[in-house]
């Protein structure tokens, strides 16, 4: 079993920085490959960013790249999301995901909130 809590939502202006954390309590924290995904209030939750186990391969939705970077400390059972450049439309509840073949858990969520 694999808990994962988020922290470091808030509310920005636009242009502005966040940086989220996700901590994970699990022995093997390097054998999962770890991603964030959000999901706007009436909408279908959607990929945000996901990052390899050794943390060397990174991808990103379009939508974001060049202002969001996700990275991981597997020392530290910790993966980030440094999101920079805030838009409105980045306004959501942003939740991590940890993945290994078949196995996926979730967290509960952190809200994201972007003033125009």
């Known amino acids: 079993q694999v808990q994962l809590v988020e922290s470091g939502g808030g509310l920005v202006q636009a242009g502005g920085s966040l940086r989220l954390s996700c901590a994970a309590s699990?022995?093997?924290?390097?054998?999962?490959?770890m991603g964030w995904f959000r999901q706007a209030s009436g909408k279908e939750r959607e990929f945000v960013a996901i990052?390899?186990?050794?943390?060397?391969?990174?991808s990103y939705t379009d939508s974001v790249k060049g202002r969001f970077t996700i990275s991981r400390d597997n020392a530290k059972n910790t993966v980030y999301l440094q999101m920079n450049s805030l838009k409105p439309e980045d306004t959501a509840v942003y939740y991590c995901?940890?993945?290994?073949?078949?196995?996926?858990?979730w967290g509960r969520g952190t809200q994201v909130t972007v003033s125009a």
């Open positions: 995901n940890a993945n290994r073949t078949v196995l996926s858990f």
């Open positions: 990052i390899s186990r050794s943390g060397i391969t990174t």
């Open positions: 699990v022995r093997s924290f390097r054998n999962y490959a």
